[in-house]
């Protein structure tokens, strides 16, 4: 057995531009896991946000989600785990940021099952197609608890905010850029690999045992944690600077291109 874990994000990875898993692809999936291999889901989408596309594709696994935060059973719709952002230490954040930046507009993760995701003013989605947002003022995002903060900026590249929120709160929160338009605000540590790792010990996998497959910046620390990180050819440089192998785009089946090679004939 190559890997006994195979790890893969959801955008710009996993799914096609058209939001879809790829007849091949889901059956280099079932290849893979046939042959012993486990398939977990690492993505930056909430366990609400991701639960549309695990019910598409038949996903009933333990995923992780919320960009390490959840770790989250989609057959039972369960949370398994879930970690919350300090919100004081997030308007402090936010306060220094801007203080640097100019104003932001930002959005709120609210945690939960059944949390929204609160858009404030300003704010617009630019990924996903019918992901659910909830319009309110500035003043009401922090009201109750979250998982993270979203930032955008009128004037910076999300390369640009990113770097700019590391260096103006870095030691109050984590920031990242998760895709275009969403450079996200985390409990400080927090990332896809520590809620990997947190998901891998229920299954029993190691690090060692681990392939995972990735297209962002957010997915650099699961890259450094997993044995063998396998980049998109559509991934962000600082992804692909990192990345142990490159496979082919998320529209050309890049992770059954891997998979079918590692796992034919097991």
Not at 256 to 264: D, I, N
Request: proline share 4%; net charge negative; glycine share 12%.
């Amino acid at each position: 057995m190559p890997y006994r874990l195979v790890a893969t994000d959801l955008d710009g990875t996993l799914l096609t531009s058209a939001e879809t898993v790829s007849e091949r692809t889901r059956a280099a999936l079932a290849t893979a896991t046939g042959a012993g291999a486990l398939h977990i889901v690492v993505t930056g989408r909430s366990a609400v946000w991701a639960r549309p596309v695990f019910d598409e594709i038949g996903y009933t696994g333990i995923a992780v989600c919320g960009q390490g935060a959840q770790v989250y059973d989609a057959g039972a719709h369960k949370l398994l785990t879930s970690l919350t952002l300090d919100r004081r230490l997030a308007a402090l954040a936010i306060e220094k940021i801007e203080a640097e930046t100019g104003p932001l507009a930002v959005a709120a993760n609210q945690d939960g099952l059944d949390g929204q995701v609160l858009a404030g003013p300003g704010y617009e989605l630019l990924i996903g197609s019918d992901l659910p947002v909830v319009r309110v003022e500035r003043g009401e995002l922090l009201a109750s608890p979250v998982s993270k903060l979203y930032i955008q900026h009128p004037g910076l590249t999300d390369d640009a905010l990113a770097e700019a929120a590391r260096s103006a709160a870095g030691g109050l929160v984590g920031a990242v850029m998760a895709g275009a338009g969403v450079v996200e605000l985390l409990p400080l540590g927090l990332s896809k690999a520590t809620g990997l790792a947190v998901a891998a010990r229920r299954l029993g996998v190691r690090a060692a045992d681990t392939i995972a497959f990735g297209d962002m910046p957010n997915d650099v620390p699961m890259f450094g944690w997993a044995a063998h990180g396998v980049a998109m050819a559509n991934a962000h440089e600082e992804l692909l600077a990192v990345a142990d192998e490159v496979t082919a785009g998320n529209d050309e089946d890049g992770v059954a291109v891997v998979l079918e090679r590692l796992f034919a004939g097991r």
